[in-house]
């Protein structure tokens, strides 16, 4: 079951199980035990779901936020501002699993080391965010071309202005598994482990044989690695280089 399903779930079980509770007189009266019982019995019900650790905290700490925040006197503007901010950077996080974080310095450069030479080469940032992994290369690697894909308005928006300098640079808004990946001698992803699989399968069926799917952090599971360059930076970054094989020339 996705997440965002699991915790609404958690959440329906929590508030059932508190005014239940509270109906049959078992709380004492006031909005506090029955708050602090919603997020017990919607905790207990995620962890009984096997959600995620920090669902957990969250689910522990929603009800008794509510409680504060209607306390507060906060416009509702604002939290509808809020929400709307979240959607445009998030976007379908809850769907793909893949937050927005962004690979550092120390990472483009060790990316832009495992570049082969000699040729001008066409790369793939899958999920580009807010285009400054492209951005950096084209800065290091003047002769390629260097294309992203992005889900979330507000980076891919902000990846276009940024990148409206630089030729070699070209950004597109929609799902990276949607278009052909065929022309790319490179393909990098700092993803979850969520889409992995997936994103292996598909450069098994679309990339010419040689072509390379360089991950950050996530290594396709079931699969080793043709090599792992330790970034070196302070979060240990480590990139998980595989070569593809057998692709579509050779099917
Ligand atoms: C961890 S960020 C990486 C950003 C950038 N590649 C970097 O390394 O700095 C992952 C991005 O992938 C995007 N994303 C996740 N799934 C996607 C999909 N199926 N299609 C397009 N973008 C996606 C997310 O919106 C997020 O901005």
């Not at 793939?124 to 894909?149: E, I, N, Q």
């Not at 990276?176 to 292996?200: E, K, T």
Request: with cysteine.
């Amino acid at each position: 079951m996705p997440p965002a399903l699991k915790a609404l779930f958690a959440q329906i079980a929590g508030w059932a199980c508190a005014l239940l509770l509270a109906g049959a007189g078992w709380l004492p009266p006031g909005i506090w035990p029955l708050a602090g019982m919603q997020a017990l019995c919607a905790t207990a019900a995620a962890a009984a779901m096997r959600s995620a650790r920090w669902w957990l905290a969250i689910h522990a700490a929603f009800a008794p936020l509510l409680v504060v925040a209607g306390r507060a006197d906060i416009a509702p503007a604002w939290y509808l501002a809020a929400f709307a901010l979240l959607l445009v950077v998030y976007w379908t996080s809850f769907r793909t699993q893949v937050p927005l974080y962004l690979s550092n310095r120390a990472t483009i450069a060790a990316l832009a080391g495992l570049l082969p030479v000699g040729r001008p080469l066409r790369v793939l940032d899958l999920g580009s965010g807010t285009g400054s992994l492209l951005r950096g290369l084209a800065r290091l690697r003047p002769d390629c071309r260097f294309d992203g894909v992005e889900a979330a308005p507000a980076p891919w928006l902000l990846s276009r202005l940024l990148a409206r300098a630089a030729g070699q640079i070209a950004v597109r808004r929609g799902d990276f598994f949607a278009g052909s990946w065929a022309p790319y001698d490179v393909v990098y992803a700092f993803l979850s482990p969520v889409p992995m699989a997936r994103v292996w399968a598909k450069a098994q069926q679309e990339l010419m044989p040689g072509a390379l799917v360089v991950s950050n952090s996530f290594p396709i599971p079931g699969r080793k690695p043709d090599e792992v360059v330790e970034v070196g930076d302070r979060r240990a970054t480590r990139l998980y280089v595989y070569r593809v094989a057998d692709g579509r020339a050779s099917k």
